[in-house]
């Protein structure tokens, strides 16, 4: 899960900082490519070869996935329920 502590966070934050911005100034439709670039640099220099690390680096993905869609797009989907009704 994503809730580190806030000097874990501060330890990180300037450099995370710095990248987003580079980030910023790709076209929205080319950035995909390179967050994925980003990630999987990340994964591949972080852990060491092996199944059982692989398998958690998958699991990391997935939980970061799940937690972008429970924390940014349901609320924005309820957001639109209300706005433009149910479906169901």
Do not use: W
């Not at 966070?9 to 580079?22: D, F, M």
């Not at 059982?52 to 699991?59: A, E, K, L, T």
């Amino acid at each position: 899960m994503p809730y580190i502590d806030q000097s874990s966070r501060k330890a990180i934050e300037p450099e995370l900082k710095a990248l987003i911005r580079k980030l910023k100034s790709i076209p929205q439709d080319k950035i995909d490519g390179h967050i994925n670039y980003c990630i999987s640099t990340m994964m591949k220099e972080l852990y060491k070869p092996s199944y059982y690390n692989y398998n958690r680096m998958m699991g990391v993905v997935a939980c970061v996935g799940q937690e972008l869609y429970r924390r940014l797009a349901a609320p924005y989907e309820d957001k639109k329920i209300k706005e433009n009704g149910d479906v169901f």
